[in-house]
């Protein structure tokens, strides 16, 4: 069956009806990727309780998660180029069915975290393919813009959406439905893709690159595990101390290894453009510091004022809500000011949001402050995000879409799997015996870490 493809000859700026199924069917895949990392944070003791995991053990479920989501990520976007990115949608597609229905069945701590495994797998495999579908099938322009405006818009507020669902399935259903909700929706974008979206792929017939995969996989594993385990007992621990010297081995034999290669997985002439680095280090800074506050802010609502998991769910939806405006908005504001401008913009706002988190007390009465904060910091996430797709993606043929969109989700996947521990760690070395007290401290860290992205991505990102 021969799926449809785009228009390319509407008009600048106006969605055909083919654009926006196309936009819809991509768009839903992501954003129920995005929602799997979180949809269990809310639920963890309660998985805990039901399974047999220990305290110390918990940490394990987002791990086997974030492992192969950012290991793997730059991989598969590559392969996506080469060997079909529609294709490679569909392989992730029916992999997370099948990681998500061994999850939601699981039995025993080992069959939860194969599920785990396998959803991040499915995320590595599918997201860049995804995204890179969504900047071939829409041309360099207004229509790109608000494309990847409605997508940063979804996959961020995914993680907020993800922290709301868990909560309502774990207190209405089960724990169990956090994974199997995915199952039939998987289903139907395994089902109608390749009716709607035309195949995409590189026109060249280049190998892949093999040494440069090994070597980039593994460094970026053992950089997110080393990361994760510093969280959990700190940078001097040997655990963290060797995977993270492996990581740096790994990588610097990667750039020697791209260097000599006749077909490069990811080209330094692309790792070196200014977007791609710098739109790149914007990104991180956005994705890190925001989902960090989700975590700090959870931790508040329910160890502070004592909410339960459906309210403190509820309660972030707010945030949600914030980021959803800021994509809807931030393709207008790119289109007027550049990408350059809005990034920095959007950093500012999201910092200065931030720091009005700093008044938050004790009191229920802080809860107003809080909801206003969180609102307008992630509107600000939200156009800095949008900013960092559009910027990272510029400029690049549509052959390397791949790689550009896989270098934005991994960096998207290692921020939040670093973002989380590092506020974790701070906040409980700062607690001063007050919860309250570490929650400060850490949000004014997130504060400074946002300041200090916004002035290098302006000193160092050219004007766009």
């Known amino acids: 069956m021969t799926a449809l493809t785009t228009d390319v000859s509407a008009p600048s700026g106006a969605m055909t009806s083919r654009h926006k199924l196309v936009l819809t069917l991509l768009l839903g895949a992501q954003f129920m990727l995005a929602i799997d990392f979180s949809i269990l944070n809310v639920a963890l003791p309660v998985v805990g309780r039901g399974l047999g995991f220990g305290l110390d053990e918990l940490q394990w479920i987002a791990t086997a998660f974030a492992l192969p989501a950012a290991g793997f990520t730059l991989l598969f976007g590559r392969v996506a180029d080469l ?4 294709r490679m949608l569909l392989a992730g597609m029916v992999l997370l069915a099948g990681g998500s229905l061994i999850g939601g069945l699981a039995t025993s701590p080992t069959m939860l975290l194969t599920g785990r495994v396998l959803q991040g797998l499915a995320t ?5 393919a995804a995204l890179s ?4 099938s829409f041309p360099e322009g207004p229509l790109r813009t608000r494309a990847l405006g409605l997508s940063g818009a979804l996959m961020s507020a995914g993680f907020t959406v993800g922290a709301i669902l868990g909560g309502v399935l774990t207190d209405l259903l089960s724990w169990r439905w956090a994974f199997l909700i995915n199952v039939p929706v998987a289903v139907v974008i395994v089902a109608v893709v390749p009716v709607v979206v035309a195949e995409s792929r ?3 017939r280049a190998r892949l690159d093999v040494p440069g995969a090994v070597t980039v996989t593994g460094g970026l594993l053992a950089l997110v595990y080393g990361i994760t385990f510093a969280g959990e007992h700190g940078l001097g621990s040997a ?3 060797v995977p993270l010297a492996a990581a740096a081995v790994l990588l610097s034999a990667f750039v020697l290894v791209e260097r000599r290669s006749p077909a490069p997985l990811a080209p330094l002439s692309v790792l070196t453009r200014r977007t791609v680095t710098w739109g790149n ?5 956005a994705f890190a510091t925001e989902t960090s506050l989700v975590f700090l802010m959870t931790l508040y609502l329910q160890k502070v004022l004592g909410f339960s998991p459906l309210a403190t769910g509820l309660a972030l939806g707010v ?3 914030g980021t959803f405006a800021g994509g809807v908005a931030a393709p207008r504001i790119m289109g007027r000011f550049g990408g350059r401008t809005t990034l920095v913009a959007g950093l500012v706002l999201q910092a200065a949001a931030t720091a009005a988190l700093l008044g938050i007390g004790e009191s229920r009465d802080s809860l107003a402050l809080m909801l206003a904060a969180t609102a307008i910091g992630g509107f600000g996430n939200l156009v800095a995000i ?9 400029g690049l043929p549509n052959a390397e879409q791949g790689l550009a969109t896989g270098l934005a989700t991994m960096t998207q996947q290692i921020a939040i799997t670093l973002g989380i521990p590092v506020m974790s760690a701070v906040a409980t070395a700062n607690t001063g015996g007050s919860v309250l007290g570490g929650v400060h401290t850490a949000t004014a860290v997130n504060v400074a870490i946002v300041l200090a992205g916004a002035a290098l991505v302006g000193s160092f990102l050219r004007r766009s």
């Open 202 to 204: 590189t026109r060249d």
């Open 133 to 136: 579908l969504l900047t071939t």
């Open 319 to 321: 945030l949600g809500a």
């Open 281 to 285: 280090v914007g990104g991180f800074v």
């Open 124 to 128: 590595a495999v599918a997201t860049p």
């Open 239 to 241: 655990g963290a101390l």
């Open 83 to 86: 060997f079909g990115r529609r």
């Open 386 to 394: 949008v900013a960092f797709m559009g910027t990272a993606t510029s």
